[in-house]
C-alpha cells in the first residue's frame, strides 16, 4: 500500500482557513487527513465532505458515545458524507449499534482504547482498576466481536493489538512522534518505522506535520521512514 493512505495527518489546527493552508501545502504528498473537534466546532464539517469530495480520504475522530439510537443516527449521517474512518468510544453496544448502521457503507468504524495521553494513574482517576495494555486488549477483543473495522490505540500496544484483532482490521496509532520530536501531551509515543513494525495499519501524525517551518518537507521524511518498515 501506498504509505501515503496510511499516514494520517492530523489537522489539528483552529480555522478552516489554516486547514485549507496545511492541505495546499502538502499538496499530493498528503491524501488521508483526520479533522477532530477543535475543527469540527470550526466549519470543519463542511470542509470535510469538500475535501472528500476532492479525493482526499477523511478520518472523523468523533469519538462518539451515546445511547444506542443516538449512535446509530450519527453514523447513518456520517456514513452518507463520505468519510473514510470514524470513532467512537469502545463500549459494546454503541459498537453494535454502529456496525449495524454503517453496514454496507464505505465507512470502517474505529474503536477508541484508552486514550494516548492517559497513563495507568490517568486510569485510577478515571476509575478504572485495569492497567491501560490490559485494557487495550480487552476493548480491542470487544470491538473485533462487535464487527468493528479496527481500533485506535497506542503504537505500544499496536503488537499485541495485532494478536487479538488478525491480520486484516486497523490498527490506527495516534502519538507518533519521529525521533527527536516533543512528545508534547502525548504519554505513549513511538516513531513512524517502529509503529509500523510492531503491527500498525495506520499513523496519525499532527504537530510534527502541521506546526513544522516546512510542512511538505516534514510530511515526506515520515513517509520515507514508513516505506523503510
Given at each position: 500500500m501506498d504509505p501515503r493512505e496510511r499516514l494520517i495527518i492530523g489537522l489539528d489546527v483552529p480555522t478552516v482557513r489554516e486547514a485549507e493552508k496545511v492541505v495546499l501545502s502538502l499538496g499530493e504528498d498528503g491524501l488521508f487527513y483526520k479533522i477532530g473537534y477543535q475543527l469540527v466546532f470550526a466549519g470543519g464539517l463542511e470542509f470535510a465532505r469538500?475535501?472528500?469530495?476532492?479525493?482526499?480520504?477523511?478520518?472523523?475522530?468523533?469519538?462518539?458515545?451515546?445511547?444506542?439510537?443516538?449512535?446509530?443516527?450519527?453514523?447513518?449521517?456520517?456514513?452518507?458524507?463520505?468519510?473514510?474512518?470514524?470513532?467512537?468510544?469502545?463500549?459494546?453496544?454503541?459498537?453494535?449499534?454502529?456496525?449495524?448502521?454503517?453496514?454496507?457503507?464505505?465507512?470502517?468504524?474505529?474503536?477508541?482504547?484508552?486514550?494516548?495521553?492517559?497513563?495507568?494513574?490517568?486510569?485510577?482517576?478515571?476509575?478504572?482498576s485495569m492497567q491501560p495494555h490490559d485494557l487495550v486488549l480487552h476493548r480491542a477483543e470487544q470491538a473485533r466481536d462487535a464487527g468493528m473495522g479496527g481500533i485506535v490505540c497506542s503504537a505500544e500496544e499496536a503488537a499485541a493489538v495485532r494478536q487479538v484483532l488478525g491480520p486484516d482490521m486497523a490498527v490506527v496509532t495516534p502519538g507518533i512522534r519521529p525521533a527527536g520530536a516533543d512528545h508534547g501531551d502525548q504519554k505513549r509515543v513511538m516513531t513512524p518505522a517502529d509503529a509500523m513494525r510492531a503491527g500498525s495499519s495506520h499513523l496519525v501524525v499532527a504537530r510534527p506535520i502541521v506546526k513544522a517551518d516546512d510542512p511538505r518537507a516534514a510530511a515526506r521524511a515520515i513517509l520515507a521512514e514508513m516505506a523503510t518498515a
Open positions: 469538500d475535501l472528500a469530495a476532492s479525493g482526499k480520504k477523511i478520518f472523523l475522530d468523533m469519538k462518539l458515545l451515546d445511547i444506542d439510537n443516538t449512535v446509530a443516527s450519527g453514523v447513518e449521517n456520517i456514513a452518507k458524507m463520505g468519510m473514510s474512518m470514524l470513532t467512537l468510544h469502545a463500549y459494546p453496544k454503541a459498537m453494535r449499534s454502529a456496525v449495524a448502521a454503517a453496514k454496507g457503507s464505505g465507512l470502517t468504524l474505529l474503536g477508541v482504547t484508552v486514550l494516548t495521553s492517559m497513563d495507568a494513574a490517568d486510569l485510577i482517576d478515571a476509575g478504572y
